[in-house]
């Protein structure tokens, strides 16, 4: 798994904690930016909280599902180590698609250059 080489021990709780398949933006669940402070986690958390509680909202189906995303993300921003990996995990998954783009668009960039088009504009 890509956590079991970590030096700190915390290798398989992360690879359970961290699904790359099922992934969520916790960022945007809280409505936060990536550089958000821990007091704007807090403040965005409980908005959050008061306005999705299940107790609140009970003819609303979704609510309880949405209270649930939202403890989950504040579990995972409020702590800095899961924080740090989660963020960690993020710029994995950019760079992983952004290669699979390069990947896939490879063979036209080599094919137009090695078919020797000079000044070929994009």
């Not at 080489?5 to 409505?31: C, I, P, Q, R």
């Amino acid at each position: 798994m890509w956590c079991s080489d970590w030096e700190d021990g915390h290798g398989s709780f992360l690879a359970d904690f961290f699904d790359f398949e099922n992934y969520k933006d916790h960022y945007k669940v809280l409505e936060l930016s990536c550089d958000a402070s821990d007091d704007e986690i807090r403040s965005n958390f409980i908005r959050l909280a008061l306005k999705w509680h299940p107790d609140k909202l009970k003819e609303e189906d979704s609510a309880t599902s949405r209270f649930q995303e939202i403890n989950e993300a504040y579990q995972v921003l409020s702590d800095p180590f899961t924080r740090k990996e989660y963020d960690k995990k993020r710029m994995r998954r950019i760079y992983e698609h952004n290669m699979e783009l390069f990947n896939k668009y490879k063979e036209l960039i080599f094919t137009c250059n090695g078919l020797g088009m000079k000044n070929f504009l994009w």
